[in-house]
């Protein structure tokens, strides 16, 4: 057991939506006293980097509600409950992008927001296989396009990418390939 470890000792349901639900814990913090703590619970997703055999990657650019803006990213999508990663990476990128894809490197799991939302992203980077033909959501309206890693990471650099897994899968991707 953690030294910093927090014990819930109750737990209400505020709000349950399609994507989220938000609860409010009362937890019992090390030092023995009991706090209050709001917790976003988010089944986790999935976010792609595809590389075709010209060495672009794919990223689309979408308009992020919650941000009111558009934002410029790899391809990622929500998990279904039980889901494997793995198996919603293979969809999101072949609705996504319309390629199916080969040659997956797990890339570990990041966390955005720790704080308050349990929400995990399961990164992978893979390699084009065959075209399909993309097939959004029915409430998603993407823009694809594709851009060397260089240029990527020029974006994130000149703050025109600000999302943050883009941020961490690039990184590691470049980090990958340097060191073969």
Known sequence: MS????????SEYVYCGKVIKVRVDQARI???????????EHPGGV????????????????????QE?????FPAGKREPGEDPLTTAKREIAEETGYTAKDFVN????IPTGAYDSEVIHMYY?????YVGEHFDDDENLVPERMTLA??????????????????????????????
Not at 3 to 10: D, H, M, P, V
Not at 69 to 73: A, D, G, M, Q
Not at 126 to 130: C, I, L, N, Q, Y
């Open 151 to 180: 240029e990527i990471v020029k974006k994130i650099m000149d703050r025109e990418i600000t999302d943050g897994k883009t941020m961490v899968m690039a990184l590691k991707i470049q980090e990958m390939k340097r060191n073969g």
């Open 47 to 66: 976010a792609i980097a595809l590389e075709d055999e010209e060495g672009k990657f794919f990223l689309v650019t979408q308009w992020r509600y919650a």
């Open 69 to 73: 803006k558009e934002v410029l990213e």
């Open 107 to 110: 890339l570990g799991e990041m």
């Open 126 to 130: 893979a390699k084009t296989d065959s």
């Open 30 to 40: 090390p030092n023995g006293n009991v706090t209050l703590r709001e917790v976003v």
């Open 3 to 10: 030294k910093l470890e927090e014990k819930q000792i109750s």
